[in-house]
């Protein structure tokens, strides 16, 4: 991977997490006006259908002929659809510090299993860098307020949504030579749109007035827009784009970029405390992800550009 290329790569993965960091403010918004599954529901269709009107429109084309559908369909379903569901469970049934802590092990775990299931070895100097930014991050997590009741049933969606994470960088870091990062986007908006619009009737007992009326509020389309277009097609789609070209030990360090910009977005926008601890703990996460970023790793091997 040329210099070029690589700079191409850097920009949209660090955009896509700059995006999620920032989501947790449109989030907050449209939790005020209806409940998360509703959101979900709204967030993916329109994401699909922007990304239909491309398809129609002929701007981009989607060829699956002969392709392992399956593993598409596996992706998706592992990201956002279980991911979502685990994280959300998990965080509404277990302490603060207890799910940022679990949450910010994606990164390890994933390194981890790209060694033996995708022959991408880490050195010991990205080890010791991606430690380094998952400290920050836990780092802040025991700095926020230990709310909630850790229970069982919350630990194991963290578990579960810690794996997820873990098999969709696996499965995508495999298939991202035989799907174009638009395919496997279009796949994940519009599987997920399918699954949490269900999830969406389920909430609200089969009212189309309560599924509908949301999007009368301006505040709630504004945000739901941003995180239909920038967070979910948008993001996903230069993460997407991106796994094609780094290991997922360099990938899935740009994971902790999303706390760090999430705690700047909070102390600009919102007015929460930020200490100089915190600080600290934002520049360990940078650190450590510019660190894995130049550690190298053995057995690289980037895909095809897409």
């Avoid at 307020?145 to 069982?152: A, D, F, P, R, Y």
Wanted: proline share 2%; with cysteine; aromatic share 10%.
């Amino acid at each position: 991977m040329n210099n070029k290329t690589n700079y191409k790569v850097i920009l949209a993965v660090v955009i896509a997490h700059v995006f999620w960091g920032f989501s947790f403010l449109a989030s907050r918004t449209a939790l005020n006006v209806t409940n998360m599954f509703v959101l979900l529901s709204h967030r993916f269709i329109i994401a699909t259908l922007a990304m239909s009107v491309a398809v129609i429109l002929g701007l981009v084309k989607i060829n699956l002929r002969g392709k392992r559908i399956h593993l598409l369909i596996a992706l998706s379903i592992l990201q956002p659809v279980i991911y979502f569901l685990g994280e959300q469970y998990g965080i509404q049934h277990s302490t603060t510090i207890f799910s940022g802590v679990m949450i910010a092990l994606i990164p390890i775990v994933g390194t981890l299993a790209a060694a033996p299931i995708l022959k991408e070895k880490p050195t010991l100097t990205q080890l010791a860098f991606s430690v380094l930014s998952v400290s920050g991050v836990i780092g802040i997590g025991l700095m926020s307020k230990n709310s909630g009741v850790l229970e069982l049933g919350g630990v194991i969606a963290l578990i579960i949504a810690v794996c997820s994470a873990a098999g969709y960088l696996m499965i995508s870091r495999s298939v991202c030579t035989e799907f174009t990062a638009f395919e496997r986007t279009y796949s994940m908006m519009a599987i997920s749109a399918i699954v949490f619009t269900a999830c969406a009737f389920v909430s609200v007992k089969g009212d189309m007035s309560a599924f509908i009326s949301p999007m009368g509020e301006k505040s709630y389309l504004l945000s739901i827009l941003f995180l239909s277009l920038c967070c979910s097609v948008a993001s996903f789609g230069f993460d997407s784009y991106a796994i094609a070209h780094l290991t997922v030990a360099k990938l899935s360090a740009f994971a902790n970029l999303t706390t760090a910009v999430s705690v700047f977005a909070g102390a600009v926008f919102l007015h929460e405390p930020f200490s100089f601890l915190g600080f600290i703990f934002c520049v360990m996460i940078l650190v450590g992800i510019y660190g894995v970023q130049k550690g190298g790793a053995e057995n690289e091997n980037p895909g095809e550009l897409h």
